[in-house]
């Protein structure tokens, strides 16, 4: 299928309009990294890339990122984002197959090793997952080329500012950077310009766009990522 491309061995994106799903095979077990909206039959098509047992990772609950959540059990995400997701539960889906995924947890699936990075502000439980023998970050929305949505329930401007600050401190443990919208792979280079644009936008440098639809909010455009704020 078109929407399946393949990285490597053992490592596709799922391509959705405007989003994208991660899948990771390892050796007994195989890593889904978030859902999508919900338009693909991820599921069925999975099935077609490996006959191993696959759970699943949310980056965060944005609707774009668990559309088939209701088809996997269990589904991990970290503690801080369970509220965000409880408040919007897709059809389908059950607090009961949630559990937690804590900072610096290993998830080992033997060929990938994924480390749990806590990165708040895009939504209080966002994270991302850093292979550090690869060198790869899997950045969900904090980290891209595209628009970051900083605005409604759960967005913190300054918790964002934060965890960027703190990717630009761990940004020597990777090369490339799979985000989940925009262009792909990014390099370490981009996350100082959207530190920068946070900066810029706070302290009222950048000037207000209408957004792309209609929207409560406005675009705010930097060097290298836009702001929905």
Partial sequence: MDNIIKVMEHFWLIEETGVRAFLFEGDQ???LIDTGFGTLPIREMIAGLTELPVFLVNTHTDRDHIGCNKDFRPVYMHPAEMDHYRNQLPEGCRMEDVCPLWEGDIIDLGYWKFEVILTPGHTPGSIMLLEREKRMLIAGDSIQDGNIYMFGPGRNMQAFQCSIQKMINMS???????????SYPLTADIIPGILQGA???MAGKLEGQEPPRPM???RY???VVSFLY
């Fill in 216 to 218: 409560p909010c406005k």
């Fill in 199 to 201: 900066q810029d936008l």
């Fill in 172 to 182: 020597e443990a990777f090369d490339s950077i799979w985000p989940s919208h925009g």
């Fill in 29 to 31: 077990k195989a890593m």
């Fill in 221 to 223: 455009v930097c060097d």
